[in-house]
């Protein structure tokens, strides 16, 4: 997909003006590219969740706070990784803001080299999210240009890889194996694969309950 090639952004929301200017300044100097937001709801009403990157979000701040804007992210699925700063979060914050799904969770002041390198590990998290979303998309798409026959023939290999014999298939599904090869043949040229094992491959990022 073609935003896979987007470069990470770093998308950093505090209420304080001073932290966000030296944050973005720092940042910006490491070679990072940063967008800013001084509250939780302009973030939300700006982002794009084509653009690859990470939140670096203030775990206290007015209105909708850190772990506010957090599980609305979550009820919304969006995917991106989440690293709270924080000045006042004890444990019991950072806790639940970690079992939430935050990458990270660090107390102001914290070194500068510790915020980069939680980004750089939250981008790698970002990138394989979403490579993997696009695969299962890909997958499924896929599967979706098989007829009714077909999908049921794919479906019964992917559910049974070690019973992928034309003969073991056709008589599970009560049809001719000569039937079964014809189908398996035009699963592999629709699905744009050349074997059974490369199906067996791509069953992980098929629904076909």
Do not use: W
Request: proline share 3%.
């Amino acid at each position: 997909m073609s935003h896979l090639k987007t470069r990470s952004k770093v998308f950093l929301v505090d209420d304080e003006d001073e932290i966000r200017l030296t944050l973005s300044r720092a940042l910006s100097k490491r070679g990072f590219l940063v967008e800013t937001f001084a509250c939780a709801q302009s973030f939300l009403d700006s982002y794009d969740s084509e653009q690859p990157g990470c939140l670096v979000l203030d775990y206290g701040m007015p209105e909708l706070n850190g772990l506010e804007l957090q599980q609305l992210i979550n009820e919304q699925d969006i995917l991106i990784p989440i690293i709270f700063i924080s000045g006042h979060g004890g444990v019991r914050e950072s806790v639940q803001a970690m079992k939430a799904g935050a990458t990270d969770f660090l107390e102001k002041p914290f070194r500068q080299n510790t915020l980069v390198a939680c980004i750089e590990a939250a981008f790698e998290k970002d990138m394989a999210a979403r490579t993997e979303a696009n695969d299962q998309k890909a997958a499924q798409e896929k599967f979706g240009r098989l007829t009714t026959r077909e999908q049921e023939i794919a479906s019964y290999m992917m559910d049974n890889p070690s019973h992928t014999a034309s003969k073991e298939i056709s008589r599970e599904l009560k049809i001719s194996p000569r039937t079964v090869d014809h189908h398996s043949a035009r699963i592999l040229e629709k699905m744009e694969i050349g074997s059974v094992t490369e199906l067996m491959e791509l069953s992980a990022f098929v629904n076909n309950d």
